[in-house]
């Protein structure tokens, strides 16, 4: 079928492109993200244009969307239960998307385009569960935008081999979606519920750590350093397994080639710079500031200067340690040392200066510099995808560890024995 409409495209592109949109959002089984991506291939050769497809792409997803969206809030739930397994939109089908509306709210619809099987039934859903028209639109349509760019752009990027790693982006388009919907959730219950998690954090802890007066904040911090170590932690033993299994040469090609299309030549010069971000000319002067800023600044001088020994020595030490067991550059030796020096030097600011826009700026240096670090490396063909990635999860695994312990022995001279 897709041979057809390919024919089709190349005879009709942007009409083609709107009725195929159009008709997958209703439910008919079209391959839209392939031919999106074929799409993106035709404007790599000048043959189409880039935002105009994507103009008529979005609009034939959105208009998919609305016609969906009606004709569910028209037939209603009693239909589709009924007669909906003829079109493959059965009771089974539309439990499932309901417990995932359940889970992550409206967020769903702009995820929703990018899980196969999801997307055909969101717009019936909504109709059918009276979601509002204008909160639909809002998501629904927003989605559809992203959507639409996310596979035309990644044709475009990818050129003559976007057909080779289409299915693998899919793959990893989705689980990074997944996590995005996550996080954002995530992110809105804590704003909507900050004030009630506070006071249940201290209730809890009060009940857990009795034996503590009156340290609320440092509570907190302990548990969430726990936390962040206990998440690295696992994401740690999965990606040694996959090392061991070596099942990782997916992901860095496919990785290693976005990379490649999305800096070119030009880029080196900016690329050298990133790259000098993780050597001792810059690591070594990072370091000595934060120790003159432990002593001028912080209340444990002494505490806080054993500390930074430990994360910058026991860094190096644990990544030439890792380094000989796995006999290679895994993890990587560059993103393991950004993310623990940069990463405990904002902790330390983040810990002793008030003002979110200073926590806010510290947080986004760390992980800006410790993300072009990482590209610059892969840019130049020094070290695989995964093997920055590991070095990020094994740099994050030291680092909350020595967070975690750091806080619970500046308690030790206040426990009450």
Do not use: C
Not at 85 to 102: A, C, M, N, Q, T
């Amino acid at each position: 079928m897709f041979e057809w409409i390919k024919t089709l495209f190349e005879q009709y592109s942007y009409l083609v492109l709107f009725i195929s949109l159009l008709l997958e959002l209703i439910a008919l089984p079209l391959p839209g993200e392939a031919l999106m991506g074929y799409a993106g291939f035709l404007v790599y050769q000048g043959q189409l244009h880039w935002s105009f497809s994507i103009f008529m792409a979005a609009m034939g997803a959105i208009t998919g969307m609305t016609i969906s969206y009606w004709i569910g809030r028209r037939l209603g739930t009693p239909f589709f239960k009924k007669y909906g397994h003829y079109i493959h939109l059965g009771p089974e089908r539309l439990e499932k998307v309901s417990l995932w509306f359940d889970r992550y709210g409206n967020k769903l619809l702009v995820i929703a385009y990018f899980i196969p099987g999801v997307r055909h039934i969101t717009g019936y859903f909504s109709g059918t569960a009276r979601i509002s028209y204008r909160v639909y639109m809002v998501y629904a349509y927003l989605g559809a935008f992203i959507w639409v760019s996310t596979f035309i752009s990644l044709g475009k990027i990818l050129g003559p081999q976007w057909e080779q790693f289409h299915t693998s982006i899919k793959k990893y388009l989705i689980i990074a979606g997944i996590i995005a919907i996550i996080l954002l959730a995530i992110f809105y219950l804590y704003r909507t519920y900050r004030s009630w998690l506070k006071e249940r954090l201290e209730i809890n802890f009060k009940k857990a750590l009795d034996t503590f007066p009156t340290l609320g904040r440092i509570k907190i911090l302990i548990a969430s350093a726990g936390i962040v170590f206990i998440g690295f932690f696992a994401l740690m033993l999965g990606m040694i397994q996959d090392f061991l299994a070596q099942e990782f040469d997916q992901f860095n090609n496919i990785t290693t080639l976005v990379v490649k299309l999305l800096f070119d030549q030009s880029w080196q010069p900016w690329m050298q710079i990133f790259q000098h971000l993780s050597t001792i000319f810059i690591l070594l002067p990072l370091i000595l500031f934060t120790w003159l800023w432990i002593m001028l600044r912080s209340p444990d001088r002494k505490l806080e200067s054993i500390f930074l020994f430990l994360v910058v020595v026991g860094g190096e030490i644990l990544d030439e340690g890792l380094r000989f067991l796995f006999h290679h550059t895994f993890p990587s030796e560059q993103s393991l040392t950004a993310i623990v020096v940069f990463g405990f030097t904002a902790y330390l600011l983040v810990r002793h200066i008030k003002g979110v826009w200073v926590h806010n700026l510290a947080i986004f240096l760390v992980l800006s510099f410790s993300f072009l670090i990482g590209i610059s490396q892969i840019y130049f063909g020094m070290q695989y995808p995964s093997d920055i990635v590991a070095g990020y999860v094994f740099g994050g695994v030291w680092l909350s560890l020595q967070v975690f312990l750091l806080e619970i022995f500046r308690l030790f001279p206040k426990i009450n024995y």
